[in-house]
C-alpha cells in the first residue's frame, strides 16, 4: 500500500523559511517522479514544483522560482521543499504526490497517489 505522508507546515512571518518533507511508504521512491502542489482556500489545487525519479531534473512554478527549492534523497524515501522568503499568498495546504513518468507532471490530474497535506500559514 503506497502511502505518502508530508510535514513541516506551520505558522511562519513573512519573510521566513519552512522546509517540508514527504515520506513514502510502501514503495521504492526511485520508481516515482514527484511533485509538490498547493491549495489556498477557495482556489483550485496548483502546481509548485516537480523532481524527476533521479532527481537530475527540477521545475518550479513561476511564482515560487528562486524562493523554493525541491530535492530529494531516494535512500531515504523522502522529497523535500525548501520555502525561503515566504510570502503571505503562499498559505496553503500543501502536498505531494507521486508521477509515473519519468519527469512527472505540472497537471494535478496526471499524478498518481496523494498525501493528506501539510497546511503552510505565512503571516504578514
Known amino acids: 500500500q503506497v502511502q505518502l505522508v508530508e510535514s513541516g507546515g506551520g505558522l511562519v512571518q513573512a519573510g521566513g523559511s519552512l522546509r517540508l518533507s514527504c515520506a513514502l511508504s510502501g514503495r521504492t521512491l526511485s520508481f516515482y517522479a514527484m511533485g509538490w502542489f498547493r491549495q489556498a482556500p477557495g482556489k483550485e489545487r496548483e502546481f509548485v514544483a516537480r523532481i524527476s525519479r533521479s532527481g537530475g531534473a527540477t521545475w518550479h512554478a513561476d511564482s515560487v522560482k528562486g524562493r523554493f527549492t525541491i530535492s530529494r534523497e531516494n535512500d531515504k524515501n523522502t522529497v523535500y521543499l525548501q520555502m525561503n522568503n515566504l510570502e503571505p499568498e503562499d498559505t496553503a495546504v500543501y502536498y505531494c504526490?507521486?508521477?509515473?513518468?519519468?519527469?512527472?507532471?505540472?497537471?494535478?490530474?496526471?499524478?498518481?497517489?496523494w498525501g493528506n497535506g501539510t497546511l503552510v500559514t505565512v503571516s504578514s
Open positions: 504526490a507521486t508521477g509515473m513518468s519519468t519527469y512527472g507532471s505540472s497537471q494535478p490530474g496526471d499524478m498518481d497517489y
